[in-house]
T-cell receptor
Framework: DTAVSQTPKYLVTQMGNDKSIKCEQN?????MYWYKQDSKKFLKIMFS???????INETVPNRFSPKSPDKAHLNLHINSLELGDSAVYFC??????????????FGEGSWLTVV | AQSVTQPDIHITVSEGASLELRCNYS??????LFWYVQSPGQGLQLLLK??????LVQGIKGFEAEFKRSQSSFNLRKPSVHWSDAAEYFC???????????FGTGTSLTVIP
């Protein structure tokens, strides 16, 4: 069973469209993340939710909106897509413990191409 | 501020040769350290992690890493590289509290026959 699964894996869309990427984890974790990986492979944190509460909200355009209906799901909606949004988007999850020792697990990624 | 530095952007080794990928961290408390591998077109897979105890950590696929507090380093090693090891490798430091992980910029490994 895939621990962190995200769909779709590949997405090609035109500028101006609105698209969503869905993520689900079956690890029982309480924290989920969205990362963006650019063409240089640099990983940038975008958002993090802990028990459905937004914890990390980095500087990203307002066109990006995360939604967490429950602890096991974190979706990413992108409005008015731009060419610069082309990237790989990774969902991840971890179980946050007060004493640390947290491990983060990643999904397979969603390759978004805006044309 | 917490940070992770991977000094080598790209490394090329011959198949069968040994490998060492460097990672340096800056963290105020006891660090929790990780190495991940990303094969082409794939997600990030956990290779190994260090939380405490023995400073030499064994991971999957024959990899190991050594935590050296005095050097603030957590270098990844493999005695004999296989062509399938060609990938992007990321070092990361995890939180003592909170949920923010810090990733290095990655090292791209090419393996030549």
């Amino acid at each position: 069973d895939t621990a962190v699964s995200q769909t779709p894996k590949y997405l090609v869309t035109q500028m101006g469209n609105d698209k969503s990427i869905k993520c689900e984890q079956n690890l029982g974790h309480d924290t989920m993340y969205w990362y963006k990986q650019d063409s240089k492979k640099f990983l940038k944190i975008m958002f993090s939710y802990n028990n459905k509460e937004l914890i990390i909200n980095e500087t990203v355009p307002n066109r990006f909106s995360p939604k967490s209906p429950d602890k096991a799901h974190l979706n990413l909606h992108i409005n008015s897509l731009e060419l610069g949004d082309s990237a790989v988007y990774f969902c991840a999850s971890s179980q946050i413990r007060d004493r640390g020792r947290n491990t983060i697990y990643f999904g397979e990624g969603s390759w978004l191409t805006v044309v | 501020a917490q940070s992770v530095t991977q000094p080598d952007i790209h490394i090329t080794v011959s198949e069968g040769a040994s490998l060492e990928l460097r990672c340096n961290y800056s963290y105020g408390a006891t660090p929790y350290l990780f190495w991940y591998v990303q094969s082409p077109g794939q997600g990030l897979q956990l290779l190994l992690k260090y939380f405490s105890g023995d400073t030499l950590v064994q991971g999957i696929k024959g990899f190991e890493a050594e935590f050296k507090r005095s050097q603030s380093s957590f270098n990844l090693r493999k005695p004999s590289v296989h062509w399938s090891d060609a990938a992007e490798y990321f070092c990361a430091v995890g939180p003592n509290t909170g949920n923010q992980f810090y990733f290095g910029t990655g090292t791209s490994l090419t393996v030549i026959p």
